[in-house]
């Protein structure tokens, strides 16, 4: 059992639901991810997803999107992101997952991406843009290096997909509980308890929902629902409204922390 897995193990025997910030590596610069992560955990995170910038992020708002460039803007790589993960392994306890584009993973190669992963201390990959039945040989030079490939669901998903999804997914099913990019919402997606009861019917595996979630209502009405929840242009729009690392770690800090209170056992 990986570190992932382990993480909503615990969570779970203690009715807790998992709250997983992400952020953008290298947005606007290393330094300041580099002293918000261990901020992040400190505050209640549970997970943290870090997002690897890339140039078309054609999931992704006008939110994320410009984080994206900004960050290569001051030159983040995978590289350089995985040189960050290797210095902060020390001082983070929960999982770390890389989020990005295919692009940025397979031009390395899948077996030295995979064997970097688990060099430097990463738990876990979500891959936005590689459907799983291309993605057989990357799952499976993840898993052999103990790295949990980790896949996407929606509310267009059909049942015989989610199957598969569930089915290949590991550590956790990221939902996608709206179609759209991603973004800061004022309501919840409608209709979000029946999409997880259809994941519910086909699979006991850990669902973190994402998209849209901001708020500590949103939170709050996710934590009867999902095993985690995962807080994105929100945060990230944080971050970029600061002025300087002290101020971004605050306000940072301070919002995980509200974010975190409702979803923790009564």
Same mark, same amino acid.
Request: glycine letters at 10%.
């Given at each position: 059992?990986?570190?992932?897995?382990?993480?909503?193990?615990?969570?779970?025997?203690?009715?807790?639901?998992?709250?997983?910030?992400?952020?953008?590596?290298?947005?606007?610069?290393?330094?300041?991810?580099?002293?918000?992560?261990?901020?992040?955990?400190?505050?209640?995170?549970?997970?943290?997803?870090?997002?690897?910038?890339?140039?078309?992020?054609?999931?992704?708002? =006008?939110?994320?999107?410009?984080?994206?460039?900004?960050?290569?803007?001051?030159?983040?790589?995978?590289?350089?992101?995985?040189?960050?993960?290797?210095?902060?392994?020390?001082?983070?306890?929960?999982?770390?997952?890389?989020?990005?584009?295919?692009?940025?993973?397979?031009?390395?190669?899948?077996?030295?991406?995979?064997?970097?992963?688990?060099?430097?201390?990463?738990?876990?990959?979500?891959?936005?843009?590689?459907? =799983?039945?291309?993605?057989?040989?990357?799952?499976?030079?993840?898993?052999?290096?103990?790295?949990?490939?980790?896949?996407?669901?929606?509310?267009?998903?059909?049942?015989?997909?989610?199957?598969?999804?569930?089915?290949?997914?590991?550590?956790?099913?990221?939902?996608?509980?709206?179609?759209?990019?991603?973004?800061?919402?004022?309501?919840?997606?409608?209709?979000?308890?029946?999409?997880?009861?259809?994941?519910?019917?086909?699979?006991?595996?850990?669902?973190?929902?994402?998209?849209?979630?901001?708020?500590?209502?949103?939170?709050?009405?996710?934590?009867?629902?999902?095993?985690?929840?995962?807080?994105?242009?929100?945060?990230?729009?944080?971050?970029?409204?600061?002025?300087?690392?002290?101020?971004?770690?605050?306000?940072?800090?301070?919002?995980?922390?509200?974010?975190?209170?409702?979803?923790?056992?009564?």
């Amino acid at each position: 059992m990986g570190r992932v897995s382990e993480r909503f193990a615990a969570l779970r025997a203690r009715g807790e639901v998992a709250l997983v910030p992400f952020v953008t590596a290298g947005d606007p610069d290393l330094a300041t991810t580099e002293a918000l992560l261990p901020a992040l955990q400190a505050a209640g995170a549970d997970l943290v997803e870090i997002g690897v910038p890339f140039s078309d992020p054609v999931g992704e708002g =006008p939110t994320i999107q410009r984080a994206s460039e900004r960050a290569l803007a001051s030159k983040t790589t995978l590289r350089r992101v995985l040189g960050l993960v290797r210095t902060l392994r020390p001082r983070l306890e929960i999982p770390v997952v890389l989020m990005g584009y295919a692009n940025s993973f397979l031009t390395m190669g899948e077996e030295r991406f995979a064997s970097s992963c688990a060099e430097v201390g990463v738990d876990a990959v979500i891959c936005v843009d590689l459907p =799983p039945e291309e993605g057989a040989e990357y799952r499976a030079a993840l898993e052999a290096q103990g790295v949990d490939p980790i896949l996407l669901a929606a509310p267009t998903t059909t049942p015989e997909r989610l199957a598969l999804l569930a089915r290949e997914t590991r550590g956790f099913l990221y939902y996608v509980s709206l179609t759209g990019v991603t973004g800061a919402r004022a309501q919840l997606a409608e209709g979000i308890a029946e999409q997880l009861a259809r994941v519910r019917q086909v699979s006991e595996i850990p669902v973190c929902v994402g998209f849209g979630v901001s708020t500590p209502e949103h939170a709050r009405g996710l934590a009867g629902l999902a095993d985690g929840v995962v807080v994105g242009s929100a945060l990230v729009e944080r971050v970029a409204g600061s002025r300087s690392i002290d101020e971004a770690v605050d306000t940072a800090s301070r919002y995980i922390a509200e974010l975190k209170a409702p979803l923790r056992p009564a």
